[in-house]
């Protein structure tokens, strides 16, 4: 049995989740935050047994596609000019999903 880890943009979550669970995998949902766009992402935790991971890999590649973002990024500003920092946009990839596999040991529903 495996466990996947699948960080993905909230703008995905639902549409892989209600996809997840109709091909019959179950899905535990945590809301988490990214670091680097401190955007709202979503983490979930599938339990598949050793057979259907390619399946539950194929349908989050399906459903969770990155895309471009405008985000802002912060720059010195020159000497002379109000102290700080300015901010302008910057092109960024979101989206898209980061898979953990991880091997279980044991396995336990009471």
Aim: charged share 20%; proline share 3%; hydrophobic share 45%.
């Amino acid at each position: 049995m495996k466990l996947l880890i699948a960080i993905v943009q909230d703008e995905d979550a639902s549409k892989l989740i209600s996809t997840l669970m109709n091909e019959g995998y179950g899905v535990t949902k945590l809301a988490t935050t990214g670091g680097f766009l401190r955007a709202g992402n979503t983490t979930l935790l599938i339990g598949v047994d050793d057979a259907k991971l390619d399946g539950a890999l194929d349908v989050i590649e399906k459903v969770c596609h990155s895309r471009k973002q405008v985000a802002s990024a912060a720059t010195q500003m020159s000497p002379g000019m109000s102290s700080g920092f300015a901010p302008y946009p910057v092109e960024v990839m979101v989206g898209g999903a980061t898979v953990f596999t991880l091997n279980v040991e044991q396995f336990k529903k009471f």
